[in-house]
């Protein structure tokens, strides 16, 4: 699976949108770029995923570049509960039931959203 | 849905001791992975479990095993804990889905 890189941290304001950068340079055609975020004392939590084109849900929107060598994942409207450790991780997906694989974690962002 | 329980919350052992720490998936989950965070760091793969068999294997020694029941439930024991192994142990659940669900995570103290 393909390394990430990511700043290490990132302030934002309340209210303001977010945008957190994830460098993958070496990222393979058939790999996926998944984020998922770690609010502190708690488990990660899923937020979103891509493989090319850019997606949005309720969390979040994901956007991807043409070379698929970066991304960004956009908070719009960030709020003090967004305040956590932010993680890019690329992985292909693989098929069947049984394996949604593992997940390879680096060192995140760390995102302060400040009042 | 209670999602992704974990116990215990908090353990202290010894050097040299043995644990078992326990996970129940997220209702009409089958599949379990094990991550190891250390303090300041991102999670660490251990391994995954799918139909009682260890499907994949993150690169941790064989003092770390697994068991999966047939109700999808299941363990990780780690013997002869050194004081390296303290770390936050955290449990996440799938179904044929690229997200995986989290439990709260099991804090072992090794002293």
């Known amino acids: 699976d393909a390394k990430t890189t990511q700043p290490p941290s990132m302030d934002c304001a309340e209210g303001r949108a977010a945008n957190l950068p994830c460098n993958h340079s070496t990222i393979s055609g058939n790999e996926y770029v998944y984020w998922y975020r770690q609010i502190h004392s708690q488990g990660p939590q899923y937020i979103i995923h891509g493989l090319k084109n850019n997606e949005t849900n309720e969390m979040a929107s994901l956007i991807i570049t043409e070379d698929r060598k970066s991304s960004t994942l956009i908070l719009p409207h960030a709020t003090l509960r967004d305040t956590a450790v932010y993680y890019c991780?690329?992985?292909?997906?693989?098929?069947?039931?049984?394996?949604?694989?593992?997940?390879?974690f680096g060192q995140g962002t760390t995102l302060q959203v400040k009042p | 849905d209670a999602g992704v329980t974990q116990s215990p919350t908090h353990l202290i052992k010894t050097r040299g001791q043995q644990v078992t720490l326990r996970c129940s998936p997220k209702?009409?989950?089958?599949?379990v992975s094990w991550y190891q965070q250390a303090l300041g760091q991102g999670p660490q793969f251990i391994f995954q479990?799918?139909?009682?068999?260890?499907?994949q294997r993150g690169n941790f020694p064989d003092r770390f095993s697994g068991h999966q029941f047939p109700n999808y439930s299941s363990e990780l024991n780690v013997n002869a804990l050194l004081l390296g192994d303290s770390a936050l142990y955290l449990c996440?659940?799938?179904?044929?889905?690229?997200?995986?669900?989290f439990g709260p995570g099991t804090r072992l103290t090794v002293l």
């Open positions: 991780i690329v992985r292909r997906l693989t098929g069947g039931s049984s394996n949604t694989g593992k997940l390879i």
């Open positions: 209702s009409g989950h089958d599949t």
């Open positions: 479990y799918y139909e009682e068999e260890e499907r």
């Open positions: 996440a659940s799938s179904h044929g889905s690229p997200e995986q669900f």
